[in-house]
């Protein structure tokens, strides 16, 4: 089992009890402050015999020297310390805290030679830490960690040492809300489908009340009076009404308008109709990684305060295959009027989000709107699972997001849109239909949406390959990722605040 750490701050002091985790450098340098916990002797001895070379989260833990109160000291590499970006404090942090176990009282000396670590990092490190700490362990029964005692692991007190530690405390109080919005959204991700429907997703988001955010909740007799046949369509197959949940953070005065945030939403996605094959099925709980992306984010910023407007809407609805199950060859009339001849109902993310993407520009009219969906298998054929692929009809818009991707390492790749993708989606039957030919699926899926968004600024994020089942890292161990809400809550902070 495993808990998260209780993380606090204070200024560099000697470490004399519980363990210790030290930094160092590329070639085994360290930090002054590192040197005085065991003395520069034994510290460098230790480095030495065990051939640690500091290289970026890497770690060795070893048992104290004797002649000290010290349990444990953990060494954790930080490379060149001149390189460090804010996503290496995440892996640094992410990797010192895999190595604590059941230790009850750390000490982590945050220094480095030559280097002065910003308020900024250390807030990464500490955030990196709490992520690395999540489990999804709830339906675990025998709350056993392995070692047949039944210890919490990372349930410890630590204390980082810093040299400025108020200035820590502030930067953290941040990163401590955006750690809550990234735990969130994997909480959504990793819970079956059984357990989350549209209901009770929709009552996840109205917990958000709590944080003096707006929610809205709109049933399927509100959806069907506005005309979202598009959206209905998906979830006609489901014994489980789709909702539509609609939050507001006004963190900025005035009638500023808002920045919009837009999810795809399907709690569990079989393919209705043109079912899926069974092999990783199961996978199509997490179809609603965009929807808990953005719930996660509005978590983030109501949490911190952030100032600025902005609106969450997702569309969440279960895509299965009763006797009402839309069929292909159906044609459905969107809210925006415009027709869909559903070729294919398991291209049904796209439909969710045409209407939520409408309904999002004509009721808000904000500055731009960004939308979030495990959208394409295409994607994933196309860039992996190391960066989610990015459209966009705005530069701008294009080139912040790509720039808080790189920053927080939740990277993205931008991907074209044109006239001659779009043509791909014409027939003759309707307004358009909703798959294209064999080749350029995730661009098709694009071209989809834009026709819904008017001339809005507006990029759509094709999370498929990152969202869940993405590699584990030092900051990550569980299937879902929670990925966007670190990307959007830095893309906020970088340009939409204040
Ligand atoms: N939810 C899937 C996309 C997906 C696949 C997400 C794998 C995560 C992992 C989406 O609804 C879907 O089924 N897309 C189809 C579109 C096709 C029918 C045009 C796909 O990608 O195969
Ligand atoms: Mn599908
Ligand atoms: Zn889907």
Redesign the pocket.
């Known amino acids: 089992m495993s808990k998260r750490p209780s993380i606090s701050f204070a200024k560099f002091a000697a470490v004399e009890s519980g363990t210790a985790i030290l930094l160092v450098a590329a070639e085994g340098k360290v930090a002054a402050e590192a040197e005085s916990v065991v003395g520069p002797a034994l510290l460098s001895r230790i480095i030495d015999v065990s051939e640690f070379k500091g290289k970026l989260a890497a770690t060795l833990s070893t048992i104290a020297p004797a002649g000290t109160e010290l349990e444990r000291v953990i060494l954790a590499g930080a490379g060149d310390p001149a390189k460090l970006n804010g996503d290496d404090w995440l892996k640094i942090g992410g990797a010192a805290l895999s190595k604590i176990g059941t230790a009850k009282n750390v000490a982590v000396v945050l220094a480095l030679p030559g280097a002065g670590i910003t308020a900024e990092n250390a807030a990464e490190f500490a955030l990196g830490m709490l992520l690395r700490s999540y489990t999804f362990d709830k339906y675990k029964t025998k709350k056993d960690n392995g070692d047949g005692e039944k210890q919490e692991k990372f349930a410890a007190k630590i204390t980082i040492h810093v040299a400025d530690p108020q200035a820590a405390k502030k930067a953290f109080a941040n990163a401590e809300a955006v750690a809550e919005g990234v735990i969130l959204a994997r909480d959504l991700v990793n819970e079956p489908a059984n357990i989350l429907g549209p209901v009770e997703f929709a009552e996840r988001v109205e917990e958000l009340k709590k944080l003096d955010v707006r929610v809205e909740i709109l049933t399927e007799k509100d959806m069907k009076k506005l005309g979202m046949g598009s959206l209905l369509g998906v979830a006609q197959g489901s014994v489980r009404p789709a909702r539509l949940a609609v939050m507001e953070w006004h963190g900025a005065k005035g009638k500023d308008k808002p920045i919009a945030f837009v999810g795809k939403g ?1 709690t569990f ?1 079989s ?1 209705g109709i ?1 079912i ?1 094959p069974a092999a990783g099925m199961d ?2 709980k997490g ?1 609603m990684g965009g929807a808990a992306a953005v719930t996660g984010l509005i978590h983030a910023l109501a949490s911190r305060k952030a100032k600025v407007n902005v609106v969450g809407i997702i569309g969440i609805v279960e895509n299965m295959i009763n006797g009402d199950a839309q069929r292909p060859g159906d044609i459905v009339t969107s809210m925006s009027g415009q027709t869909i001849e559903v070729l ?1 109902t ?4 796209r439909l969710v989000l045409a209407d939520a993407l409408y309904y999002c520009n004509e009721r808000f009219n904000p500055k731009f709107m960004i939308n979030l969906a ?5 994607i ?1 054929v196309a860039l992996g699972v190391y960066r989610a692929g990015l459209f966009s009809n705005d530069d701008v818009l294009a080139g912040q997001l790509f720039d808080a991707g790189q920053a927080t390492g939740e990277k993205l790749w931008r991907m074209p849109l044109g006239d001659e993708y779009d043509k791909l989606i014409d027939t003759k039957n309707a307004d358009m239909k909703n ?1 294209g030919g064999r080749h350029g ?1 995730a661009i098709i ?1 694009a071209q989809f949406l834009q026709r819904f968004v008017g001339g809005t600024p507006w990029a759509h994020l094709d999370v ?1 390959g990152t969202a869940m089942g993405s590699p584990a890292t030092e900051y990550n161990q569980s299937w879902a990722s929670g990925f966007g809400v670190r990307l959007l809550d830095r893309l906020v902070r970088d340009h939409f605040e204040g």
């Open positions: 399907v996605d393919g043109s899926k996978e199509m179809d294919n398991d291209a049904e993310g495990t959208l394409t298998g295409a994933m798959i699926g899926a498929a």
